[in-house]
């Protein structure tokens, strides 16, 4: 029942926002997998990209929920056929023998990713690609022992001429 | 013109027309303190016993007034003092702004002596929340704070300010206060389908909550009732938002809820939610709430939406104005049969009590005589438990404003400052409180502030010895075995009330009723009415949480 949605918040840059925002997600029970949190481009502001696991309706609560923070000025969900999503993973794997070397060599090459370093017993391979290229990526790895990884969290924008910091303001708020 | 930050404070209070705070002094707000002390003749500051009995005072306050409730409290166990009432407040939407004084900036995050993060502490149980670190955001923040309490779904706002920036100096100029936003989202297209829907409806039911109350919008709940002609059930927290007698009135919906009532709302082919949350002390077993229904729901809090039950028709804006747009696009109705049947129901929920004694008084008794003596802008305020509940069910509120009782939180303790709160804001009114022994038990300290200001509120403590709501629980689903809901106290209420300085009186039985609830009102004095009542009289009807109507239990053992 896997449904993922990626929402895109244009927060205040205050003090303490991402805690109103990780406390919230938390009290609420939300399920999500991925937070980051960037300058928005523009002064004062912020832009959290938040992946989320739900249906339509807790999607909808969840906008709700993140426009009733007062340092919240947007939520939106980016839709999932007009976007641009990336993100950027490091990740080391366990190299044995020969053939398992040439196998992930080729393997990483056909997701793009370099060869960043090689340590005694481990390759590490840095990719970026779409939030479910980098899934698979993964996944294929894992058949050769992965020792560890750090993934950026996703950065998405709406594609097209749209620009979240312009969109019309959700009105279920007081200021 | 050139003031110091707790002048500033002041300065900002007066301008949004604050005349009363509630609170208690302390290190870190001693430099607010002096300012209070400075402006004593323009702002009345009302000292508890205890941080929280302010807090609960400032929200009885707000509700009575409509206007914003202030509380200020120091840093540390002052600030944490106040959680209760902050989170009391956040559950039932009450307008409060609390004032904390935090250490020093030079001392904060060190584990300075009184230092709490109170921020941090208060995120979930409040709108929003600011610290103050820099005089320049005094007056901008404090005007934002009361704006956010007052805006859209009202709810509590903490301000934190360091000790230091309420001694430095800055330039103040005076504002006018922003008017609170209340957005109205909803297209006439909307209006138009509901509004069509309810012209479908055959067995329509208005099921209002807190929030006709809060938006003021009485008046026009009345007339898109009497309009399409449908009977109204009220939350707890919506009472006296519809008049009691109105011959459309079922009483209250939910666990304690009337019989008629349950049965309207199972049968109903349109339920209209006014101002209402759908908690499941209202629906029960929420995938069966209303099942054969339409379901409308008015509210400001587009969150609100779908998050218990199922939503047909969202209509987001302040009721009064929803409502208005509402009655405007909706024909005429009558439902003579419907509304028959529901008061046909009404006559098969008759409840049992215990039998006439010598030894205790009937809860519904001594609430109907205190009645006798009201008049209908009186006001009623409560603890938390059985007695709460026998109010809920018995006591007729003809108007809003006139009912304070925490229904979201359900905090025992509520009711001693909340009375305070009301009584303060309305000297002319009479305040009658209704209190357990248990509830009585928790905040009994703020007797003090009633003797310091002389309030004559009449408090009476239904006194059955035991915790009697969770006894009630543990009698029904967990054989009997009571748990630390008898405590066994010794408390005499009369000689408690006469250590205060108040008077105190006892009702041994219903024929003591009348005569003693009719000295405590002409007495002009506060006075704590010891009122026996028996351990074993329980809250019905009940529907058992999480269940429907169908499962309602109306006698017990």
Redesign the interface.
């Known amino acids: 029942m896997d449904n993922k949605q990626i929402i895109a918040l244009f927060v205040r840059n205050h003090p303490g926002v991402l805690l109103r925002v990780t406390s919230l997600i938390s009290r609420r029970g939300f399920n999500i997998d991925s937070l980051t949190v960037s300058p928005a481009g523009v002064d004062g502001y912020s832009r959290m990209t938040i992946r989320i696991n739900g249906d339509d309706n807790q999607v909808s609560q969840f906008i709700n929920q993140m426009m009733k923070i007062v340092d919240v000025k947007k939520a939106q969900v980016l839709p999932e056929n007009h976007m641009v999503a990336s993100e950027l993973i490091i990740i080391k794997v366990a190299k044995s023998d020969v053939d398992t070397h040439n196998e992930i060599i080729s393997l990483t090459s056909s997701f793009h990713a370099s060869l960043v370093n090689i340590g005694e017993n481990t390759l590490t391979f840095r990719a970026s690609g779409t939030p479910s290229e980098i899934d698979t990526l993964v996944d294929e790895l894992n058949k050769y022992g992965i020792i560890e990884m750090a993934r950026t969290g996703i950065a998405a924008l709406e594609s097209g001429d749209a620009r979240l910091s312009a969109a019309p303001a959700q009105s279920n708020r007081a200021l | 013109m050139k003031l110091n930050g707790s002048e500033i404070i002041a300065e900002c209070l007066i301008e949004q027309k604050v005349d009363t705070v509630f609170g208690y002094p302390g290190g870190a707000v001693l430099n607010i303190y002096d300012a209070l002390y400075k402006y004593s003749d323009k702002i009345t500051h009302i000292l508890s016993s205890h941080e929280q009995g302010a807090s609960h005072a400032a929200d009885g306050y707000a509700r009575v007034t409509g206007k914003c409730g202030v509380v200020i409290a120091t840093s540390g166990p002052g600030a944490t003092n106040l959680v209760t009432g902050l989170a009391t407040a956040m559950m039932d939407s009450i307008p409060v702004v609390a004032i904390t004084g935090n250490v020093s900036n030079d001392l904060l995050a060190r584990d300075s002596f009184q230092e709490v993060d109170i921020?941090?502490i208060t995120?979930?149980i409040t709108?929003?929340n600011f610290i103050v670190k820099h005089v320049r955001q005094l007056a901008p923040v404090i005007r934002?704070a009361f704006?956010?309490a007052m805006?859209?779904?009202k709810g509590p706002v903490l301000i934190d300010i360091t000790k230091d920036v309420t001694s430095a100096v800055y330039d103040f100029e005076p504002a006018i206060p922003e008017a609170?936003?209340?957005?109205l989202?909803s297209t006439d297209e909307e209006f138009k389908s509901a509004a069509a829907a309810i012209k479908n409806s055959k067995r329509p039911v208005i099921y209002m909550g807190g929030g006709v109350v809060s938006s003021d919008a009485e008046k026009q709940l009345l007339e898109f009732a009497e309009k399409i002609d449908c009977p109204v059930a009220s939350s707890v927290m919506g009472l006296g938002g519809f008049p009691a007698s109105h011959r459309l009135f079922t009483g209250t919906i939910g666990m304690h809820g009337g019989y008629e009532t349950g049965k309207a709302i199972d049968n109903a082919d349109l339920i209209i939610a006014c101002g209402a949350r759908f908690s499941d002390r209202v629906a029960g077993d929420r995938d069966k709430f209303g099942k054969s229904a339409t379901i409308i729901q008015l509210d400001i809090?587009?969150?609100e939406?779908?998050?218990n039950v199922q939503i047909d028709y969202a209509l987001?804006g302040d009721l009064k104005d929803t409502l208005r747009k509402l009655t405007d696009e909706s024909e005429a109705a009558t439902h003579d049969a419907w509304v028959a049947q529901v008061q046909e129901w009404g006559k098969n929920s008759e409840v049992s009590q215990t039998p006439d004694s010598d030894s205790y008084a009937h809860p519904y008794h001594v609430i109907e005589t205190v009645q006798k003596y009201m008049s209908a802008e009186d006001i009623v305020v409560t603890d938390v438990g059985q007695h709460q509940m026998w109010v809920s069910q018995k006591y007729k509120f003809e108007n809003p404003r006139t009912w304070c009782t925490s229904g979201g939180l359900g905090t025992m303790g509520y009711g001693m400052g909340a009375a305070i709160g009301a009584k303060i804001a309305f000297p002319d009114k009479k305040v009658v409180l209704f209190s357990g022994d248990g509830s009585f038990h928790m905040n009994l300290n703020e007797l003090a502030t009633v003797r310091s200001y002389s309030l004559p509120i009449v408090i009476i403590v239904m006194n059955n010895t035991v915790l009697g709501m969770v006894r009630q629980w543990q009698k029904l689903f967990y054989g009997s075995r009571f748990s630390q809901t008898d405590p066994h106290r010794k408390t005499d209420f009369v000689k408690l009330a006469e250590a205060f300085g108040v008077k105190g009186m006892r009702i041994h039985n219903d024929g003591e009723a009348e005569s003693v609830i009719k000295a405590a009102f002409e007495c002009g004095e506060p006075v704590v009415i010891d009122c026996l009542i028996n351990p074993d009289e329980n809250v019905l009807p009940m529907i058992p949480p999480g269940k429907t109507v169908d499962d309602m239990i109306t006698e017990m053992e």
């Open positions: 921020c941090g995120m979930p709108k929003h934002k704006r956010i805006s859209g779904r609170p936003v209340m957005p989202e809090d587009k969150a939406i779908n998050k987001i």
